[in-house]
């Protein structure tokens, strides 16, 4: 089992900074893959970004060369900073992970953080 726990949420104004941070716990160790996806009122779910143990990276194509992810493997966490925001990036950010026992894939998701862009 791994718990997932997100903060940093907050109201920014156009073109503002913001850093998320998400930390896990339970079997840490367990994790291969962390990430980020959004979810806007009246949207389906959307990737932001993932990280591998590696360090490797992935965006999604709204926030490509704006956010930036980040992982400390030790401490299981995980952080989104968030440059030149938009009114379009105002979404519920929900931290992922995804664990693998046995060849048994399992994905875990946090509660979610409220990031509202003001225009």
């Known amino acids: 089992q791994v718990q997932l726990v997100e903060s940093g949420g907050d109201l920014v104004q156009h073109g503002g900074s913001l850093t998320l941070s998400c930390v896990s716990s339970?079997?840490?160790?367990?994790?291969?893959?962390m990430g980020w996806y959004r979810q806007a009122p009246g949207k389906s779910r959307e990737f932001v970004a993932a990280?591998?143990?590696?360090?490797?990276?992935k965006y999604g194509e709204s926030v490509k060369g704006r956010f930036t992810t980040s992982r400390d493997n030790v401490k299981g966490t995980i952080t989104l900073q968030m440059n030149n925001l938009i009114t379009e990036d105002t979404a519920v950010y929900y931290c992922?992970?995804?664990?693998?026992?046995?060849?048994?894939?399992?994905?875990?998701w946090g509660r979610g953080t409220q990031v509202t862009v003001s225009a």
């Open positions: 339970g079997s840490v160790g367990l994790i291969y893959v």
């Open positions: 992922c992970a995804a664990t693998d026992v046995s060849g048994t894939d399992r994905l875990y």
């Open positions: 990280v591998g143990l590696s360090g490797n990276t």
